[in-house]
């Protein structure tokens, strides 16, 4: 089966399809033309959040497909700087107005503290902003839950408080930065790893050695990059504005030799300074 067609059961029994497409810095007045052609190409995970300001033309692109709604998974996120109970239920509400839907399939805290405030605890107010999700999720409101960029020491307090495990973790998996304590935590407690940002928002094409690697296993260096986080059992978010990529990135079924994997894996010290755009988080 391809990769695109493949799904994983999370820990509530809930399906998601492996390969996401991501909506991150795509403008409003394009992003329906881009998800039209993402959805024609294959594409059945949409990954979204009210801070890209475009739910609505994805929402647009969505209905105006044809495709049954249940076919689709929508991945939403609450933002960073929401951090009260109140907030995120009014976030959530919002995003689904703004999406046009009556559910959404995962909704993630995006980040453990507000961009900038790295260093501060938040775990109270974590906790109550999952307990919003919670009430969403025994609602049927929500699929499944899950965090984003979180360490293990930023996760731990959390898992005490809650009664809904997290289904998910999204995190920045990528050649160079394979995160495997974290990755491994995450998985030891029921979270499915979904990958963010498997290209390091272009670095990876910076990094020596890797078309000839990608030569050697019949993939474009994109290609080897998407298909790594796939090896680690975690499940990329990919982006691109373009249809050709769109197909190009999906084609990414065969598993790597291991001699291409070691390889791989041994950049793990190269990127360590990567950050998203605004944060301060290796995650």
């Known amino acids: 089966m391809k990769s695109i067609d493949r799904h994983v059961e999370l820990s509530n029994g809930y399906r998601m399809p492996i390969?996401?497409?991501?909506?991150?810095?795509?403008?409003?007045?394009?992003?329906?033309?881009?998800?039209?052609?993402?959805?024609?190409v294959g594409y059945r995970h949409i990954e979204t959040a009210p801070i890209y300001m475009n739910e609505k033309g994805i929402g647009s692109a969505i209905r105006k497909s044809g495709i049954p709604r249940e076919d689709i998974f929508i991945t939403s996120k609450i933002p960073p700087h929401i951090k009260s109970y109140e907030g995120a239920m009014r976030v959530i509400e919002r995003s689904m107005k703004n999406l046009g839907v009556d559910y959404l399939?995962?909704?993630?805290?995006?980040?453990?503290?507000?961009?900038?405030?790295e260093g501060n605890d938040y775990s109270e107010a974590n906790i109550e902003v999952y307990h919003a999700m919670?009430?969403?999720?025994?609602?049927?409101?929500?699929?499944?839950?899950?965090?984003?960029n979180f360490t293990i020491e930023e996760m731990e307090p959390l898992l005490k408080g809650v009664k809904v495990s997290p289904h998910l973790h999204q995190i920045g998996?990528?050649?160079g930065h394979s995160l495997d304590a974290i990755r491994t935590y995450s998985g030891n407690n029921g979270m499915a790893v979904q990958a963010h940002s498997p290209?390091?928002?272009?670095?990876?094409?910076?990094?020596?050695?890797?078309?000839r690697l990608a030569e050697k296993e019949g993939l474009s260096v994109a290609q080897l990059a998407i298909r790594f986080p796939l090896e680690l059992n975690a499940y990329p978010i990919v982006k691109t504005?373009?249809?050709?990529?769109?197909?190009?990135n999906i084609n990414v079924d065969e598993p790597l030799s291991g001699d291409t994997l070691k390889a791989l894996k041994a950049?793990?010290?190269?990127?360590r300074d990567y950050r998203p755009p605004g944060a301060k988080s290796v995650l």
């Not at 919670?134 to 984003?148: I, N, W």
């Not at 928002?201 to 020596?208: M, N, S, T, V, Y």
């Open 19 to 40: 390969l996401g497409f991501g909506t991150y810095g795509i403008p409003k007045d394009t992003v329906e033309s881009v998800i039209s052609k993402a959805l024609e």
């Open 105 to 117: 399939d995962a909704v993630l805290i995006n980040n453990p503290v507000p961009w900038g405030e």
């Open 267 to 271: 950049y793990d010290e190269d990127i």
């Open 134 to 148: 919670e009430a969403m999720y025994e609602k049927e409101l929500v699929g499944a839950l899950g965090l984003s």
């Open 199 to 211: 290209l390091a928002r272009g670095r990876i094409f910076k990094l020596e050695g890797l078309e």
């Open 241 to 248: 504005l373009h249809k050709d990529r769109m197909r190009e």
């Open 173 to 175: 998996v990528f050649i």
